[in-house]
């Protein structure tokens, strides 16, 4: 959510930014904001005038009892009360107006960072450079499900019964190599100074829409019912929501947090699920980096974490690629967002594992999340970054180890957490 007085002062600004994120029937919401803010302003004016003549009356009367004219006081008493009926009315427009601002303002997108690229949809989203050789082996890679299937490792019929579309089981070595990665990230990212952190997996509707669109919860988010609480999609989710309402001290910034979670998501639109492997699924586990600061630095921050998750997956002889997301491509709330994407040798292309995210002080300002300064209190920046999200970054580790016999090589940095296996040898 932007700052009203930045759309006040620049209505053409945020219509042009609209018009960049391809959202052209949000226009006519900055002249309903700039209109409703008129009257809100007015109605707050004649608040303060109400409250002042009562104030005045109210002084009146208690000098007239002084003087012992009671009648002129009760007259005066009748005066006070016809303003406190008005200034009843006067606040309930208040809060009516205030509530139909908000509810356009958290509508309206975030201004995106000048060096976003204009684009309708992520087919428009503009390659910015590559790590590792993409690698295409002379024998064949297979599906990632026939390469499971190998160790006996994938079970999406049990699944499918208990749970139905969309779930899976991992078993023996594949679910091990999937809790290893997990494992490693963890200690990855607490070796560069993130804080490790489990949040709750269950958040309330007022943190949701304090960190993401409504289209977005509309589209990812499972709700709980009979409860006024929600699946977390993302650990991002609670672990911004953790300071929802705090005033935190200028110097704890920076807070740089990483955290594990499962995830669960409807995956509505059109991608839809992939029957068959572990591409797109409803659950998934996580490792995330969220972090708060200070404005000015948000975007050094910003090219730290996306490089992290780079140089993690490099780690795992995974080749990958970094990819500026355009501006149709990017969630409301975010001022600038690039996706981490790995090489698949059996597709011969990349794919998508991890996104980072700068917000600027959107979700700071939705969830009342403020600085205490001396010169004043201020939102802070928030940042997200995903470490690995697996089974999608088995799914990597899997393609890009994996030898012509059949076997799959452990990335090194990850033997210790496989009991100093070398490699997974097939069952069948």
Not at 199 to 226: H, L, Q
Not at 348 to 368: H, I
Not at 376 to 404: C, D, K, M, S
Request: hydrophobic content about 35%.
């Amino acid at each position: 959510m932007i700052d009203i007085k930045f759309l006040r002062e620049n209505p053409d600004v945020v219509k042009e930014n609209i018009k960049k994120k391809f959202q052209d029937h949000k226009l006519v919401l900055v002249d309903e904001v700039i209109e409703l803010d008129i009257k809100n302003r007015q109605a707050m004016q004649n608040g303060d005038n109400l409250r002042a003549k009562r104030k005045t009356l109210s002084n009146e009367i208690g000098n007239l009892m002084k003087q012992g004219q009671k009648d002129e006081a009760e007259k005066i008493k009748a005066e006070v009360q016809q303003l406190n009926d008005e200034l009843v009315e006067n606040e309930k427009r208040e809060a009516e107006l205030a509530e139909a601002i908000k509810e356009r303002m958290m509508k309206i997108p975030n201004i995106i960072d000048p060096s976003v690229p204009i684009g309708k949809d992520d087919s428009e989203n503009v390659e910015v450079q590559r790590f590792g050789d993409p690698v295409v082996p002379s024998y064949e890679i297979p599906h990632h499900a026939d390469i499971i299937a190998k160790f006996n490792g994938l079970d999406k019929e049990s699944a499918g019964r208990t749970s139905g579309v969309g779930f899976y089981y991992l078993i023996g070595d594949v679910a091990r190599l999937h809790e290893a990665m997990l494992a490693y990230a963890r200690d990855y990212m607490i070796d560069n100074g993130f804080t490790y952190t489990i949040p709750p997996f269950m958040i309330r509707s007022d943190v949701v829409t304090g960190v993401m669109s409504f289209e977005e919860m509309d589209a990812m988010m499972y709700k709980i019912e009979n409860e006024d609480l929600y699946l977390i999609g993302t650990s991002e989710h609670s672990m911004i929501g953790r300071f929802k309402g705090q005033m935190i001290k200028k110097d704890e910034l920076p807070i740089s947090m990483t955290s594990y979670s499962p995830c669960f998501r409807k995956e509505i639109g059109s991608h839809g699920l992939e029957e068959r492997g572990l591409y797109r699924v409803h659950q998934f586990e996580k490792q995330e980096m969220i972090v708060l600061c200070e404005p000015e630095d948000s975007m050094n921050w910003y090219n730290k974490m996306w490089k992290l998750t780079v140089d993690l997956f490099r780690s795992w002889n995974v080749p990958v690629r970094q990819l500026d997301c355009c501006s149709g491509d990017m969630a409301d709330l975010k001022v600038k967002s690039c996706d981490v994407e790995a090489w698949s040798p059996r597709q011969q292309k990349y794919f998508e594992v991890g996104s980072c995210s700068t917000l600027g002080d959107a979700q700071a300002r939705r969830l009342g999340i403020r600085v205490k300064n001396e010169k004043g209190n201020y939102y802070p920046h928030t940042l997200n970054n995903t470490v690995v999200a697996t089974p999608r970054g088995l799914i990597a580790v899997l393609e890009n180890n994996y030898n012509e016999d059949g076997t799959v090589t452990i990335p090194e940095v990850l033997r210790p957490y496989m009991g100093g296996l070398e490699k997974i040898v097939p069952k069948n």
